[in-house]
């Protein structure tokens, strides 16, 4: 049975992609091209040098690994900013009910995401209390889809995979949680969502009873 939900962050339970995606674009800009909000969408759930790869991919540009470390901190800096300024109202509708309904049916909570600045988002919503475990990009090595950010938050909970429940946004976030040997809930639209057990607009059209009829499926 399902005795733990994970959680991803960007595009889940808060919409930091738009702040990527400014930060990114200043980036580009200052780089000399133009990076569109459809290119951004290929930077969703993919960790912060890996995403540089792509934006430098677009502007067709290359640069020695110092030099594309100082332009990820760069942008990390402009996005740092705006992530700062962040409070509660911009938690995504229904993800606040949902963790607590979790809680309320003793279900675990983990977050798992790729994010190396998932705590200051998570503190600063004041999400952070609904969490038994956050393991996010400062504790992992393999980006998804690679399951290790899923199979650590099981880890840190005491479960066991078979008995968690990933939520995604992120096609490579689906194949991580399915590498977990985890079911998945997808975020959004079947168009990019489509291996994922179940799909839905939000969490807000998420409830423990159709967390159970997951299960009753697997
Ligand atoms: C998030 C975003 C990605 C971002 C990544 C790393 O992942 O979706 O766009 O590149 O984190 O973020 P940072 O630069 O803050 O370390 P997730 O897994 O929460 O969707
Ligand atoms: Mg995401």
Redesign the pocket.
Known sequence: SIKACLF?????LVD??KY?YLAWKRLADELGFTFTEQDNEK??????M??LDILLSVGQLEFDDAKKLELAER??SW?FESISKMDHSEILPGALEFLKACRENGLKTAL???????MTILNNTGLTPYFDAII??THTSQA?PDPE?FLLGAKALSVSPEQCVVFE??EA?VEAAHRAGMSCVGIGSADTLGKAELIVPSLQEMTIDRLKELNAVR
């Not at 798992?112 to 998932?118: E, H, I, L, R, T």
Request: aromatic content about 4%; cysteine-free.
């Open positions: 991803d962050l960007d595009g889940v930091t992609a990527h930077l969703k759930g993919v960790s912060r890996a995403s942008k990390n996005y798992g995401s790729a994010s190396k600045n998932a996010d990009g998804k950010v946004d992120a976030g």
